[in-house]
């Protein structure tokens, strides 16, 4: 608009100076003020348009950096096929980069030094926007791309202690001379090729974004270990279940959330013996728990994450060979969030999944041993009531006297604004994350977290180790610097061992520690000890053949340290054992037929009952029809079924109706689990949970089976055809790019069939981010696959080039390269040489 | 006639040349500084260059595109948004070149003609 009136008045001046020109009689005076005039004209509107192509208007990118053939984003118009020789100060010796078929690269570099420097570089290369981008959000720094819009996001990443807790790992990586060593060559690396980059060849999103990328640090390897130790170990719901317990009662309380559900298949079979534990139980003290009215928390880390993982013996393989599977389930997103190499020196050689950010294969192999991961959901985030002395909130309530706080000052830097500080207070327990001015408790009270996210440790190691290990001693020396997020870490070894250690640090807690808020003013509620390594569960060369886990109980309940269930999920760990137990030999098809197992155990445990309950002379034809067809339903999520839809949107209708108690306004609050809801409909049918709060009548489990299903089989009125309906377009599974979604970069509508408890758990927006299956032959055979593909750059038919193999259930085979001059299967290579 | 295609080249291939080392807005100096040293008559001041840089930035970013199968083209479609077409994104971006080299180009002769008058 200004633009457009300032446009007008230069016309209108213009038109008057013309009218003038008749009348006035100096014309050469005229004419030079005219020449005057029109450059005036000129120069302002080359350098307006100069303004607005060289700055963001509204939400568009500046435009001529953006558009412009030399530096815009047709320069991303690339495969991101690399060949050629490079001269890189901080090599010692050259390192060759082979690319495959799949554009997974292969390093081979004479020195440790020198291949994780090569990781570094050939990582940035490909994932540079994403590295850091995770970076950022993980230190709560995206108000400085995105403004003020994201200051939300970033004051929760300071007050969950991010940064601190991604300062301390640091600190202990940094304590270990070969780490430290190994994790400045990787930063080399990346910074090697991030000072190569001009305009041009940023990622897009950079572009998009108008911002440029900083140099890499080890704080921001540390700062991505944390982001996983976030996603992974950052839930806990604390106070929701201190709001429950005051709301509906310590008896209802515990029969909703049991320490343990009425089936049990633990991740170490029920046989195993404890009895090499001789530490000291923590006993119970005395104290209360403080009911509190708590309106809002932080958000959680996505209910789903999880995993399987699972490994055969060698008299259960078909080749006398043992065979592993892991399969990592998180969030679905673009670019994705592993990305595949093979690591090779002359002392060592390994393949598998890598997290941009963090050293070495993360879920892989090499050819004596091969190594993966699934999520020990364990409570291990607690929260503590602390009451200041006075509103400085310098000192707190700690044993009859007023503790030190300190004061973290967090600057959290905005774009186009003045910064905004955060004055966090840390207490002995850790960081006051509810207070006054966040989410909190009014004046003098706040909730601080205790959190073994904060309590730093060097996992990294643990990768480093695992990559060069050869048997179970080094499997087991690599889990000792192992500190969260607690992970079941599968093993098999060429040499015939199987194993599975549930390792993490674990407080020693007293018999319902952490359940709820506790008063942290007492020193009996903080934690006691730490469960010594040794007394870990684990599973080595079991009886049955088999170790696998899917982010279920550890244990049961003979284990002498105090566990509960703080969402370890109960279908998938029953399929997977009862189908490994089912046959004398599994084969690599046994594996793939596993993982991609879209068989819904969870429906086949309460359907029946709801076909058998339900009143049929309520419904009318349509609906029984409806009935009828999940009445022949085999309970297989198949991506072209129908009845997985109905059951899906009933059970949804159904959840939501039996725990109506649980929609009350300014309470956080977590409701029970799937588990235990089945078990209540089934067991308790007419207990008070089944009542509807609205209603003056009394409800039974029968009542809701009815209104629910009511409901539930109208949302399919709306649907015009039954081909709508099917399972994988109502579950629609999409790939979402990492900013927020972006539909241009994103994949939606993939055909995949599984839900969130199968084996092949792919919901929405989460599911199997990376399968890997490894026969421990000689050389180690294997497979692999991941919804997204090895380049970041949305303008590489690698970006996303694995989706569709993905979802149709297939894998590629790894090349698994036994010499850098094996070299049949590459595509193209890429030299690194030290700059002389 | 002669002018014009031959400041039409020189532009092209003077914004090609700074383009290997000056950010987007050297097709705004390259025209500026052609049309400052060969003046052109009237609306040729603004067209020439105009078709100058439509031309180049349409010739390479087609190249650069067509060389990757319009893969990333075809989703700038969509974000910018212009309903998934690449063919409109190629137009977009030429016009864009266009417009700014046309009017550093009209500048660029501004400059010329206050200064002759000056001496």
């Known amino acids: 608009m200004e633009i457009r009136k300032i446009l007008i008045s230069f016309k209108l001046c213009e038109i008057t100076l013309f009218a003038n020109l008749h009348t006035n009689q100096n014309l050469q005076h005229l004419r030079r003020f005219m020449n005057r005039f029109t450059f005036l004209r000129s120069l302002f509107l080359a350098a307006l348009f100069f303004y607005l192509l060289n700055n963001p208007i509204g939400k568009l990118p500046p435009l001529g950096k953006i558009l412009s053939p030399s530096e815009g984003f047709w320069q991303n118009e690339k495969d991101e096929i690399t060949t050629g020789t490079l001269e890189l100060e901080g090599l010692k010796e050259p390192v060759k980069i082979h690319y495959d078929a799949q554009l997974v690269p292969h390093v081979f570099a004479q020195n440790d030094l020198d291949l994780y420097f090569a990781q570094g570089h050939v990582t940035a290369k490909h994932r540079l926007w994403q590295m850091e981008f995770q970076t950022h959000a993980a230190a709560g720094r995206l108000s400085e791309i995105f403004g003020k819009k994201a200051l939300e996001h970033d004051r929760m990443q300071r007050r969950k202690g991010m940064v601190f807790g991604a300062e301390n790992t640091l600190k202990d990586m940094a304590a270990d001379a070969e780490t430290i060593a190994l994790l400045d060559a990787y930063t080399q690396g990346i910074n090697s090729y991030i000072n190569s980059l001009e305009q041009a060849d940023y990622p897009v999103e950079y572009k998009l974004l108008n911002y440029a990328p900083e140099a890499w640090t080890p704080l921001k390897t540390s700062l991505l270990l944390m982001y996983m130790t976030d996603m992974l170990c950052g839930g806990d719901a604390d106070l929701e279940y201190t709001n429950a317990l005051r709301l509906f009662g310590k008896k209802r309380f515990d029969a909703w959330y049991p320490d343990f559900f009425d089936t049990l298949d633990p991740v170490v079979p029920k046989e195993t013996s404890w009895k090499h534990i001789s530490s000291t139980m923590t006993a119970v003290p005395n104290q209360q728990t403080p009911l509190d009215i708590i309106a809002e928390t932080f958000e959680k880390p996505h209910p789903n994450n999880g995993s399987n993982n699972w490994a055969i013996s060698a008299e259960k393989s078909y080749s006398g060979n043992p065979i592993l599977a892991n399969d990592p389930h998180l969030g679905l997103n673009l670019p994705s969030i592993w990305f595949v190499m093979q690591l090779a020196t002359p002392k060592h050689s390994s393949y598998g999944a890598t997290l941009p950010g963090a050293l070495g294969i993360i879920s892989g192999f090499n050819k004596h041993i091969a190594w993966g991961e699934t999520n020990a959901t364990r409570d291990v985030k607690d929260w503590y009531k602390i009451q200041f002395q006075d509103a400085s909130k310098s000192t707190y309530r700690y044993e009859g006297t007023w503790n030190t706080a300190r004061i973290r000052v967090e600057e959290i830097k905005i774009k186009g604004q003045a910064s905004f500080l955060d004055s966090v207070r840390y207490t002995h327990h850790g960081p006051v994350s509810y207070d006054a001015s966040f989410k909190g408790r009014h004046g003098k009270q706040g909730y601080a977290m205790k959190w073994v996210g904060h309590l730093g440790g060097n996992g990294q190691r643990t990768f480093l180790e695992l990559n060069r290990g050869k048997n179970y001693e080094d499997y087991l020396a690599a889990l000792q610097h192992w500190v969260a997020p607690a992970q079941n870490f599968v093993f098999a070894a060429a040499d015939g061992d199987i194993a599975l250690w549930v390792q993490g640090d674990f407080a020693n807690k007293w018999k319902g520690q952490g359940k709820f808020l506790m008063d942290g003013s007492l020193a009996a509620n903080d934690w006691q000890a730490y469960i010594p390594k040794s007394d870990n569960a684990f599973s080595k060369n079991p009886k049955r053949g088999f170790v696998s886990s899917a982010n279920q109980y550890p244990t049961d309940q003979s284990y002498p340290y105090y566990v509960f269930n703080d969402g370890y999920e109960s279908y998938r760990n029953r399929i997977i054992n009862t189908f490994l137990s089912s046959k004398n030999k599994l084969d690599l098809e046994d594996f793939k037929s596993l993982q991609n197992n879209n068989f819904n155990l969870k429906a086949s445990e309460l359907l029946p009952t709801m076909l058998a309950e339900i009143n049929r002379g309520a419904l009318n034809t349509k609906e029984l029809h409806m009935l009828e067809l999940l009445a022949s339903w085999n309970y297989d999520n198949g991506m072209n079924a129908l009845a997985p839809s109905l059951w899906t949107e009933w059970w949804n209708h159904l959840y939501k109706l039996t725990w109506d108690e649980f929609e009350q306004k300014d309470v956080a609050l ?167 | 006639m002669i002018r014009k295609l031959s400041n039409l080249v020189a532009i092209t291939i003077l914004a090609a040349l700074l383009a290997q080392f000056l950010p987007w807005w050297s097709l705004m100096l390259a025209s500026f500084a052609v049309s400052f040293f060969s003046v052109a008559k009237g609306s040729a001041s603004f067209w020439v260059p105009f078709l100058a840089g439509a031309l180049l930035w349409l010739v390479h970013s087609f190249l650069l595109a067509n060389a990757n199968d319009f893969v990333l083209t075809n989703k700038m479609a969509v974000l910018f948004p212009l309903q998934g077409n690449a063919a409109l994104v190629l137009l977009v971006s030429s016009c864009v070149g266009g417009l700014a080299a046309g009017l550093s180009g009209v500048f660029g002769k501004e400059c010329r003609l206050l200064l002759d008058k000056k001496k």
């Open chain 1, 670 to 836: 977590k409701k029970p689990f799937t588990y235990q809801t089945i078990y209540l409909l089934k067991n308790k049918p007419n207990d008070t949970y089944a009542d509807i709060v609205a209603t003056t009548t009394v409800e039974t489990a029968k009542d809701l089976f009815l209104i629910s299903f009511q409901s539930a089989m109208s949302v399919f009125d709306t649907w015009d055809a039954k081909s709508s309906y099917k399972w994988s377009k109502y579950k629609g599974t999409a790939a979402r790019h990492l900013l927020q979604g972006l539909p241009a970069f994103s994949r939606f509508d993939i055909p995949i069939g599984g839900e969130e408890n199968s084996p092949n758990a792919v919901t929405h927006d989460h599911g199997p981010s990376w399968r890997m299956i490894v026969e421990m032959s000689s050389p180690p055979k294997a497979l692999g696959i991941y919804p997204g593909g090895q380049s970041g750059n949305p303008g590489s038919v690698y970006y996303d080039n694995f989706i569709d193999t993905w979802a149709a259930e297939d894998y590629f085979e790894a090349l698994f390269m036994q010499s850098t001059t094996d070299t049949k299967h590459i595509r193209s290579t890429q030299t690194l040489n030290p700059k002389s």
